[in-house]
């Protein structure tokens, strides 16, 4: 699996992108995973855990 490499951002930027998804114009804001969706989430992070420790 390739290392993930990224770029390192001014502390400008990264206020600038917190304030892009503050409060409602989150596109999470006021849902809620459903229960599938959870077990997806979950099944597909320790098999991506799962793989990394092998290597």
Do not use: Q
């Not at 229960?35 to 092998?54: A, F």
């Amino acid at each position: 699996m390739a290392k993930r490499i990224r770029r390192k951002l001014s502390d400008a930027t990264k206020f600038k992108m917190r304030l892009a998804k503050l409060g409602t114009k989150n596109p999470m804001s006021g849902k809620h995973h459903t229960e599938e969706t959870k077990r997806k989430i979950r099944k597909k992070l320790k098999d991506y855990w799962r793989l990394v420790s092998i290597e």
